[in-house]
């Protein structure tokens, strides 16, 4: 889960940081923050968003959100 706090820790310091991240970490960041404004253009529906990010890191999404809700 370190991946998912560093995401979260450079998006708190910064919302801007979002640019900076992969595809996937945006999805990621998207998703944790409620912010669908933040998908890749290619992935603006947010279930084609989840179906990028894949079984490992939706997981760790979920699991991070829920440890943190």
Known sequence: ???????????????SN???LSSG???AAAL???RMDW?????????DAIDRLGDD????VMDYHRSHS
């Not at 889960?1 to 919302?15: F, W």
């Not at 998908?39 to 279930?47: F, G, N, R, S």
């Not at 890191?57 to 760790?60: I, T």
């Open 1 to 15: 889960m370190k991946k998912i706090e560093r995401i979260v820790d450079m998006i708190e310091a910064d919302e």
């Open 18 to 20: 979002v640019a900076m």
């Open 25 to 27: 970490e945006q999805i």
């Open 32 to 34: 944790l923050f409620n």
């Open 39 to 47: 998908l890749p253009d290619d992935y603006k529906h947010p279930l």
């Open 57 to 60: 890191w939706l997981h760790k």
